[in-house]
């Protein structure tokens, strides 16, 4: 029977596929490890380059923290960049600027040719992080797609834990040139970055908008389960770019949907939204902004700060055990991919940021009583201040980490991803700056267990966010993502799972 037939396309992908998408994933999401070098590599450098500099606190915070303003105008350049000459040569694109930035930083002489290497290296991480995660949800298969899109987030906590270990490796040089080969090492990995992912193929999506059928069912048939499923992702792509079924050939002209097209896409997400797609950007957004808001760049950035005010005084001792923050990430980022589409964004997102909340409030309940007997050890409270610290990063990585990039990518109709997930890497950085540049401030002003109170409570407002407000979006097809939110289907009701898979079956039924 043709519907006994059905199940083959929701079977576990055949090998061939799955190391094929999984090597795009891994290469596109290689461009992830940038951002987190220089998370990683500024959180021991700066100790240096405020010595050698002889800067303030201040300018120190807005150092550490700038380079996140900086990367707005590569993700919000990085939308239209990929929508013109493609994913894969916007990832490339992403690298030699990068490039540039760690090669400025690492020869700078004084502190305004130090903001300016940063200012190019933050328009290199703001392309990074919009187009990573968006081209490698657009080639993976929905079976395989949390798993896969999960990478850029390993590859930031990869990036942050080279950081860490370079800090420590290259912080016996001489002061002045220890934090400069700290910086300019990160060169290094853009440019093999750039000449790897010129062997990627283009987005299957990105090649429909341009027309391109046959080039993208290629790219279909090496990264979908079965041939079935190929040819009925190619059919939604199709139709989410506004070109008829029935209208095939390797090269096709896509009817135009009148004047304004980039006027069309701000109203359709942010002036004139139906409900649904209300419903889908303040997610992505709210998403990323309880990922900052909760702290996480004030435990990475500013750990050997938060280790020194919990008792720890050597700057071995420092570095070393910031190195186990790094390591603590990457494992736990590590389990999370293998838990994406197994068993679902909504329970890992929660139980995540319920473990963030409890680590947040042993972290400052720790520092707090540490800082009330400044002139005493009280090994309890240091144990208590480094244990919460390591469960905090490794929630974090289990969870709210990756899932964001993940959910966010995902969730936006085609027409308007480039938009929306640039929108929501913005968001991510300006609250990722705010945090990482009032920090020193915050904690001066209400105490360093204080601020971590505070966020506690942010990620108490976090969980309540998500636990009302996002659906669970395993095993959806890019193209189905809508009707989650509660967009309607094309007899005007809200479309519901098992009615669709009803129609599946019947279809099948009758071929």
């Not at 992908?13 to 999984?22: L, R």
């Not at 490890?33 to 220089?38: E, N, Q, R, T, V």
């Not at 000459?85 to 694109?93: A, D, N």
């Not at 085609?414 to 929501?424: D, F, K, N, S």
Request: charged share 15%; aromatic share 10%.
């Amino acid at each position: 029977m043709a519907s006994a037939e059905l199940p083959e396309a929701v079977q576990p992908k055949k090998k061939g596929n799955v190391k094929f998408a999984f090597g795009c994933a891994i290469l596109a999401s290689m461009t992830s490890i940038l951002l987190g070098y220089d998370i990683g590599v500024m959180s021991g450098a700066s100790l240096y380059i405020q010595k050698d500099l002889k800067i303030s606190d201040k300018k120190l915070e807005v150092l550490m923290g700038i380079l996140n303003l900086f990367s707005l105008v590569g993700s919000f350049a990085a939308g239209r960049t990929s929508d013109w000459i493609g994913r894969r040569y916007t990832i490339v694109f992403a690298a030699v600027i990068f490039f540039a930035g760690a090669f400025l930083m690492g020869f700078a002489v004084n502190y305004g040719m130090l903001m300016f290497g940063r200012f190019v290296a933050g328009v290199g991480v703001g392309y990074a992080l919009m187009i990573a995660p968006v081209y490698t949800a657009e080639v993976s298969p929905a079976s395989a797609r949390g798993f896969l899109t999960s990478f850029p987030e390993v590859f930031i906590n990869f990036g942050i834990l080279l950081g860490y270990v370079s800090n420590y490796a290259f912080s016996r040089l001489p002061l002045n040139l220890g934090w400069r080969v700290m910086l300019g090492i990160g060169a290094a990995p853009s440019v093999l970055l750039a000449l790897m992912v010129l062997g990627m193929p283009e987005s299957p999506r990105w090649l429909v908008m341009k027309g391109r059928l046959a080039d993208a069912k290629a790219v279909l048939e090496k990264t979908s389960d079965t041939s079935e499923e190929a040819a009925e992702r190619l059919a939604d792509i199709k139709a989410a770019a506004g070109i008829p079924e029935d209208l095939d050939g390797d090269v096709v002209t896509v009817p135009k949907k009148g004047g304004g097209e980039e006027k069309r896409v701000w109203k359709e997400l942010i002036f004139s939204p139906t409900p649904a797609m209300r419903r889908i950007l303040l997610s992505g957004i709210g998403i990323h902004f309880f990922q900052q808001a909760s702290g996480i760049d004030s435990v990475v950035l500013y750990s050997p700060r938060v280790f020194k005010s919990a008792g720890i005084v050597s700057e071995n001792h420092l570095l070393g055990t910031t190195c186990a923050v790094g390591v603590t990430k990457t494992l736990f980022i590590l389990v999370a991919t293998f838990f994406l589409d197994r068993i679902g964004r909504r329970p890992l997102l929660l139980s995540s940021t319920g473990g963030m909340i409890l680590s947040l409030i042993g972290l400052a309940a720790g520092l707090t009583v540490v800082g009330q007997h400044p002139d005493a050890k009280i090994p309890w409270a240091i144990g208590l201040s480094i244990a919460s610290t390591l469960a905090y990063v490794a929630f974090f990585s289990i969870g709210l980490g990756p899932i964001t990039w993940v959910y966010s990518s995902e969730i936006f109709p085609l027409q308007v991803r480039a938009l929306g997930c640039a929108l929501g890497v913005a968001t991510n950085r300006v609250i990722s700056s705010v945090i990482s540049m009032t920090f020193l401030s915050l904690s001066n002003a209400i105490t360093i267990g204080g601020s971590f109170f505070l966020y506690s409570g942010i990620a108490a407002l976090a969980w309540v966010f998500f636990f009302t407000y996002l659906p669970e979006t395993r095993g959806q097809t890019l193209e189905n993502m809508s009707e989650l939110f509660g967009a309607k289907d094309d007899t005007g009701s809200i479309a519901d799972e098992p009615a669709k898979e009803k129609k599946k079956v019947e279809m099948a039924a009758t071929n």
